[in-house]
């Protein structure tokens, strides 16, 4: 099993940045497909950004692209959302999942096995 947790969720203006990281723990593996995705109340679950950490492919949402970057964390096992250049469009919740020794293949639908419980971003215009 592995378990997520988010972090770094918060209240910003319009134009502000945030960074959110995604932290795993439990049964550990070489690689991993990792993603964000979000979802705003009434709106279906988007996807954002994934990242394959054995090549460090990244794959973005159109919405987001040249605003948000998805990388591996400072700390082990960890991968962060740097979130620049906010809009009120991007206020949600947003979702770490993980999907272990698996190659990002499906793009924004892969298919994740595991999921984290989510970090509030809250952006004001």
């Known amino acids: 099993q592995v378990q997520l947790v988010e972090s770094g969720g918060g209240s910003v203006q319009a134009g502000g940045s945030l960074r959110l990281s995604c932290a795993a723990s439990?049964?550990?593996?070489?690689?991993?497909?990792m993603g964000w995705f979000r979802q705003a109340p009434g709106k279906e679950r988007e996807g954002v950004a994934v990242f394959y950490t054995g090549t460090g492919f990244t794959y973005y949402a159109d919405s987001v692209k040249g605003r948000f970057t998805i990388s591996r964390g400072n700390a082990k096992n960890t991968v962060s959302l740097q979130m620049n250049s906010l809009k009120p469009e991007d206020a949600a919740t947003y979702y770490c999942?993980?999907?272990?020794?698996?190659?990002?293949?499906?793009?924004?639908?892969?298919?994740?096995?595991?999921w984290g419980q989510g970090t509030q971003v809250t952006v004001s215009s």
């Open positions: 999942a993980a999907d272990p020794l698996s190659y990002c293949s499906g793009g924004l639908n892969h298919v994740f096995g595991y």
């Open positions: 439990g049964r550990t593996y070489s690689t991993y497909c």
